[in-house]
């Protein structure tokens, strides 16, 4: 039931793009995305709701493709302050059409931002 | 707005002595949860609570893990007795979401880095 993150790491040079990959074997109800710098706390970034749409946080947005129950963030012109541990956080869509209540995050994917 | 506090912010024990963790949230977050982390994985869900009320424990070992939240704000989460594999990070979080649905961002506490010796 874990979501799948893709790449596990990437190493950028500032101003370049990158795009981090969520995929659920089951159904989603919302993805939920979030960063964590080292030894800090996970920051939420955003919520995706089941509708396909995609929503846009300064130069990071994100998709989410419901029917594939895959959800992508996009990081454009990356600076360094964008490093970090970026995690999905996948909430389920039950049988009955309604939420499996919690969240349930993937291993997370390493950014580095070199200058 | 203050955020969620935890305390303390390092523990060292040995293994098979208790532990206990502090979370206050965010005020007015009816939701509260607990993770823990695991050096290079994602937060996993131990418990979440809405007022005083367990919502979802079923990853709660219970066999040595407990967690209380009293009148609905301060919350504690303890360790008894403590294994090698407990050692992590205990993160809180906290929420507006109500009812059955995680529809609101979860904002974290900076954790609690256990270590077991």
């Known amino acids: 039931q874990q979501p799948v993150q893709s790449p596990q790491a990437v190493i950028l040079r500032e101003g370049e793009d990158a795009v981090i990959n969520c995929s659920s074997s089951k159904a989603l109800y919302s993805v939920h995305w979030y960063r964590q710098k080292h030894g800090e706390a996970p920051v939420f970034l955003m919520i995706?709701?089941?509708?396909?749409e995609q929503k846009g946080h300064e130069k990071i947005s994100a998709s989410f493709n419901e029917k594939k129950q895959q959800s992508s963030l996009y990081l454009t012109a990356s600076q360094l302050s964008y490093s970090g541990t970026y995690f999905c956080?996948?909430?389920?869509?039950?049988?009955?059409?309604?939420?499996?209540?919690?969240?349930?995050f993937g291993k997370g994917t390493k950014l580095s931002v070199k200058p | 707005e203050a955020g969620v506090a935890q305390s303390p912010r390092y523990k060292i024990i040995e293994k098979r002595q208790s532990v206990a963790f502090w979370c206050n949230p965010i005020s007015g977050h009816a939701t509260l949860y607990w993770y823990q982390q695991i050096l290079g994985q994602g937060p996993k869900l131990l418990i979440q609570?809405?007022?005083?009320?367990?919502?979802?424990d079923s990853q709660l070992p219970k066999d040595r893990f407990s967690a209380e939240r009293l009148k609905g704000v301060d919350s504690t989460l303890k360790i008894q007795p403590a294994k090698l594999e407990d050692s992590a990070v205990y993160l809180c979080?906290?929420?507006?979401?109500?009812?059955?649905?995680?529809?609101?961002?979860?904002?974290f506490g900076d954790g609690t880095r256990l270590s077991i010796l």
């Open positions: 979080a906290s929420s507006l979401a109500v009812g059955y649905r995680v529809d609101q961002p979860q904002h």
């Open positions: 995706l709701l089941k509708g396909g």
């Open positions: 609570f809405q007022n005083n009320g367990v919502v979802d």
């Open positions: 956080g996948t909430e389920l869509l039950m049988n009955y059409g309604g939420s499996q209540g919690n969240l349930i």
